[in-house]
């Protein structure tokens, strides 16, 4: 089995697992176009649960679909069954296998209606730059799904699975969309700070020269009060290990532990110059042994553990 190395994989060997067991009925092209359109509707409409007739609708048939959970809700002094996807992350991957599947045309439409709402969606999200409010990422997982999918190893491992030939289709869709995202990601940079998103995008896409050549017009990458997840480290962590260029990292307010800082390690060395905060720190000997690689110039603030006095060292280099 091929190495699951994005968000995107795990949720396509997850489908291509459960289409083994596909009833053939029904074509399986046919079933992922029908709970795209499903999935894209309950998207477009904040819907996570469906009555029989817009399912009915699509040609599904959900009493054998396993992709979709049966439940029940009570209207007008009854019971009425209801319909959901086995979670709603799976609403959001469906959606973006429907753009992918879509014709040339409606594919580009689609794709341009979720960047129209990225961009409307961040405006309105961005916080005002005299705040210290939290920077937040208010964009449909989709685009991350859709990134992945067009990932050739993914997308070609599951298209074989389902016997679904269209290799020169998806390549014009991947070339395409390689424009779209080299635009999307200069705006989530400069003009709306969401650079973290353009990350995720980044590494769902796994394509290391593609990420050298978005990132390379600047030799700084600064992260300023953004929350940092374990998740989002290991993105962070992929993208500086395909760009040896980058010099600056603004890690502060991050909500960093030692733990995430052991995730960044291999590529902290490749930064002549960092600011980082790191929370609760109850051992020194971890930051000491995860900074311990070479000289740099470097501003920390450190907490220790639950206490309120702040330490704030600058060095010139490793502690």
Same mark, same amino acid.
């Given at each position: 089995m091929r190495e699951l190395k994005t968000t995107t994989s795990i949720y396509v060997h997850f489908v291509s697992t459960l289409l083994e067991h596909h009833d053939q009925s029904q074509s399986v092209l046919t079933m992922l176009r029908s709970l795209g359109q499903l999935a894209e509707r309950g998207i477009q409409n904040q819907q996570v649960f469906f009555d029989e007739k817009p399912v009915a609708?699509? +040609?599904?048939? @959900?009493?054998?679909?396993?992709?979709?959970?049966?439940?029940?809700?009570?209207?007008?002094?009854? &019971?009425? *069954?209801?319909?959901?996807?086995? !979670?709603?992350?799976?609403?959001?991957?469906?959606? @973006?296998?429907? =753009?992918?599947?879509?014709?040339?045309k409606e594919h580009s439409l689609k794709v341009s209606e979720l960047f129209e709402l990225m961009e409307w969606e961040a405006i309105i999200d961005k916080p005002s730059p005299d705040l210290k409010e939290r920077r937040s990422i208010p964009i449909p997982p989709v685009i991350l799904f859709l990134y992945g999918l067009l990932n050739e190893e993914v997308s070609s491992s599951f298209l074989e699975k389902i016997e679904l030939t269209? *290799? !020169?289709?998806?390549?014009?869709?991947?070339?395409?969309?390689?424009?779209?995202?080299?635009? $999307?990601?200069?705006?989530?940079? &400069? &003009?709306? +700070?969401?650079?973290?998103? @353009?990350? !995720?995008?980044?590494?769902?896409?796994?394509?290391?020269?593609?990420?050298?050549?978005?990132?390379?017009?600047?030799?700084?990458?600064?992260?300023?009060?953004?929350?940092?997840?374990?998740?989002? %480290?290991?993105?962070?962590? =992929? %993208?500086? &290990?395909? %760009? *040896? !260029?980058?010099?600056?990292?603004?890690?502060?307010? %991050?909500?960093?532990? $030692? #733990?995430?800082?052991?995730?960044? /390690? *291999? @590529?902290?060395?490749?930064?002549?110059?960092?600011?980082?905060?790191?929370? =609760?720190? =109850?051992?020194? +000997?971890?930051?000491? /042994?995860?900074? #311990?690689?070479?000289?740099m110039n470097t501003v920390l603030r450190v907490s220790y553990g639950h206490l309120t006095c702040q330490s704030h060292m600058k060095m010139s280099c490793c502690l």
């Open positions: 609708e699509t +040609g599904l048939d @959900a009493s054998i679909c396993l992709f979709l959970y049966k439940g029940s809700s009570k209207r007008k002094e009854k &019971q009425v *069954p209801v319909f959901k996807f086995i !979670h709603f992350s799976f609403q959001e991957f469906f959606t @973006a296998l429907y =753009y992918i599947l879509l014709d040339e269209v *290799p !020169h289709t998806i390549k014009l869709k991947k070339k395409e969309m390689r424009k779209t995202l080299k635009r $999307a990601i200069v705006l989530m940079i &400069q &003009q709306y +700070g969401i650079e973290l998103f @353009a990350l !995720h995008c980044l590494r769902e896409l796994q394509d290391k020269r593609f990420v050298r050549k978005i990132l390379k017009v600047d030799k700084s990458m600064d992260l300023y009060n953004v929350s940092l997840r374990s998740t989002d %480290c290991w993105v962070l962590l =992929y %993208c500086l &290990q395909c %760009c *040896p !260029h980058i010099r600056y990292l603004n890690l502060m307010d %991050c909500d960093l532990t $030692a #733990e995430k800082l052991k995730i960044l /390690q *291999p @590529a902290l060395c490749m930064c002549e110059n960092m600011r980082l905060t790191v929370d =609760y720190l =109850y051992n020194v +000997g971890d930051l000491i /042994q995860i900074l #311990e690689f070479k000289r």
